[in-house]
């Protein structure tokens, strides 16, 4: 097949493109390189630009160019926080880059589509939550991923787009230390900032209503993310429709139970300390993953340790990297 992926320099844009490109697919990435880095994937050509304004025509050249079939588009803006602080900008980057490529996918006849969703649409839904569970983002971030699903679902109803949205849960790790996140805020890489800083992992909460009494969710390595676009891509329906399908492991691990596997992975002797709850945080957030698995047959192989252990030698990577700079 031969894939446009956007993004396709950024965390998990990089996963995937490199497996399309291992497994023999020609890959073109389109990527703006503010965040991403054309280092994460060599031999893999890449036009650097910014899609969120005007650049359906340009998109349009490039796909009839390099005879794509096939979108999967990766490039957005992730941070809650800062989607908070600039809603117009979220929405402008966000959505604005599905429209752009959505004008261009039309008028170049490619009709397949990968769209990287969030569980961030479902909002405060707390337990084991199926696609069907009800939308309600609570934040910026999760409405531009909501609004561009949307969105494709009405291109799908107007011209012949066969897509999928795929609602990421909580994304870790890398397949290989150079790929790891440098971006993320979450769990994970500030408990490695404290750590590092000889400061303890602090847990938001631990009166919720879940067995350790602190906050469950879903974690799934990027290597196993990235394999599932390559699943969807292969089996998108024959009819036009947007498939939307969570994407985790159906697997749930409390703070509690990552701060620990965080500690033991860095050797650490501190320890955890409970601070209040963190606003907005539902209880318990896990996929149902049923959906995917009977879809593509796909499912989460790497653990929690694997994760864990992944996003350290990465952390140290960039580390050594830096301080050899
Ligand atoms: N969390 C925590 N301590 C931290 C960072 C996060 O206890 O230093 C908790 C947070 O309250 C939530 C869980 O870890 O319950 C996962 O948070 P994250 O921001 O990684 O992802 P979210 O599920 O909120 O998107």
Redesign the pocket.
Known sequence: MRVLVTGGAGYIGAHTSRLLAARGDYVLVVDDLVTGSADRIPGIPVVTLNIANGSAEQLESLMREHRIDAVIHFAAQKQ?GESVAKPAWYYEQNVGSVAQLLLAMERASVHKLVFSSS??VYGEASGIITEEASANPINPYGATKLVAEQLISACARSWPLRAASLRYF?VGGAGVPELGDTQA????P??FE?IAAHKS?????DDYDTADG??V?DYVHVSDVADAHLAVLDVLPSEPGNEVLNIGTGIGTS?RD??DAILEVTASELSAEV?E??AG?PAA?VGAVDRMRELTGWSARYSVADIVESAWASRQYFEARAASS
């Open positions: 809650v569980a961030a909580n805020l979450n769990l994970i500030i408990c404290q992992p602090l847990i938001f909460g602190t906050c969710r703070v990552m701060v601070r709850r963190r945080d957030v």
